[in-house]
């Protein structure tokens, strides 16, 4: 079992849907949690990152974790074509490197 | 404005042949990663660093090499290049081992081994 799992999608919605990325996780320690967006043919880029538990809101995007049931998530407000991108979510290994999901592939239809 | 740059951008190669992917930053970053991206894996680490002289292995390491001889840069080496190592390889770097943890992505190498 890969110890971040996420369901690749893809997932297609219409411009302006809320949009719901999730992740789930086994190891119990981890304690940072990320996503990092990356766009075709490109790098990902951090987009946010929470610590333990609760949420963290940066303008149209809140992340979410609940330790309880090791779930992560990504909630996109207001969704925008520009948004079409993978979002992958991620956790910080113990030796400090970090731990993807295999990425969610999320495409918004104007 | 500092940067992280990967070359080449695109390589085809035999099977069997060594090759060298270059990863050059000029953030004075400490730590430096490597990873393969597949299809149905996800981003996958390959080796690390954090610092000069010091390397690490990762998830996916066997058939792959590193040497870190100054903070810019980490070539990653296929010793001898299989058709199951075709994929797209990022390096990446940050400044913390703590936290925040942010890694700086570079735009990939797309290699094809045939």
């Known amino acids: 079992q890969k110890e971040v799992e996420q369901d690749p999608g893809p997932l297609s919605v219409p411009e302006g849907a809320i949009v719901s990325l999730n992740c789930t996780y086994s190891n119990s320690a981890f304690q940072y949690f990320m996503w990092y967006r990356q766009y075709s043919r490109k790098g990902p880029e951090l987009l946010m990152y929470t610590y333990s538990s609760g949420n963290k809101e940066d303008g149209r995007f809140t992340a979410q974790v609940d330790k309880s049931s090791k779930y992560i998530s990504l909630f996109i407000r207001d969704s925008q074509p520009s948004d079409s991108a993978t979002y992958l979510c991620?956790?910080?290994?113990?030796?400090?490197?970090?731990?993807f999901g295999k990425g969610t592939k999320l495409s918004v239809k104007p | 404005d500092a940067e992280i740059t990967q070359s080449p951008r695109h390589k085809i190669t035999e099977t069997g042949r060594q090759v060298t992917l270059a990863c050059h930053q000029t953030?004075?970053?400490?730590?430096m990663f490597w990873y393969r991206q597949d299809l149905g894996h996800g981003l996958r680490l390959i080796h690390y660093s954090y610092g000069v002289q010091d390397t690490n292995k990762g998830e996916v390491s066997d058939g792959y090499s590193v040497s870190r001889s100054n903070t810019e840069d980490l070539p990653l080496t296929l010793e001898s290049a299989a058709s199951s190592q075709t994929s797209v390889y990022f390096c990446a770097s940050s400044e913390y081992v703590g936290d925040p943890y942010e890694q700086y992505f570079g735009p990939g190498t797309r290699l094809t081994v045939t």
């Open positions: 991620a956790s910080r290994g113990s030796q400090g490197n970090l731990i």
């Open positions: 953030w004075n970053h400490n730590n």
